[in-house]
């Protein structure tokens, strides 16, 4: 079992949608977490970073964490086309040397 | 420049060749890690450096990849007799610390053996 879990998609949304994008993870020590957004054939760029559970909120993006359930969620309110891209999950120990990531969920948003 | 630097962006080497891939973290951050992101895959944990030491080497798939970080700043990452299933995307990132503190990755090295 890999140690972050996601649902590779593809996702394909209307322009304006609320978007739902979800990551599991079953390492209990996991305490920060973030989201990053990659475009074809760039590098992953970091949109979100929170630390153990609750909500952060940035513009249109809400972060989502639940500890006892071990589930990362971003939603992206008033999706653009612009908003058309890989979304990567990632979590990692508080003294661990590495971020742990997930698939990756590839989000398409329709005009 | 203000972010995570690599290059070169594109490298295309035959079977059983030697290659250098830099990175140039951000000014002031003694973290830096190199991954590795195949198609479709999301990026995977190759080492980890704190200053000019690697602090943990454990993703590094063989004897055949090695990385230095002599002076705690600029990283390389050497790969030596290539093989096909090295071709990837190597990407960089550096953090201002261990602890607490957010990763920002560069574009990556993408990285053909023919």
């Known amino acids: 079992q890999k140690e972050v879990e996601q649902d590779p998609g593809p996702l394909s949304v209307p322009e304006g949608a609320i978007v739902s994008l979800n990551c599991t993870y079953s390492n209990s020590a996991f305490q920060y977490f973030m989201w990053y957004r990659q475009y074809s054939r760039k590098g992953p760029e970091l949109l979100m970073y929170t630390y153990s559970s609750g909500n952060k909120e940035d513009g249109r993006f809400t972060a989502q964490v639940d500890k006892s359930s071990k589930y990362i969620s971003l939603f992206i309110r008033d999706s653009q086309p612009s908003d058309s891209a890989t979304y990567l999950c990632a979590s990692k120990e508080p003294s661990g040397n590495q971020f742990y990531f997930g698939t990756g969920t590839s989000l398409t948003v329709i005009p | 420049g203000a972010g995570v630097s690599q290059t070169p962006s594109n490298k295309v080497t035959e079977k059983g060749k030697y290659v250098e891939l830099r990175c140039d973290p951000i000014s002031g951050h003694t973290a830096l890690y190199w991954y590795r992101q195949s198609l479709g895959q999301g990026p995977e944990f190759l080492i980890y450096?704190?200053?000019?030491?690697?602090?943990?080497d454990s993703g590094l798939p063989n004897d055949r990849f090695f990385a230095v970080r002599p002076e705690g700043s600029v990283s390389t990452l050497k790969i030596q007799r290539t093989e096909r299933g090295d071709s990837a995307v190597y990407l960089c990132a550096s953090s201002l610390g261990l602890v607490n503190t957010e990763a920002f990755f560069g574009q990556g090295t993408r990285l053909t053996v023919v």
């Open positions: 450096f704190q200053g000019t030491g690697a602090a943990d």
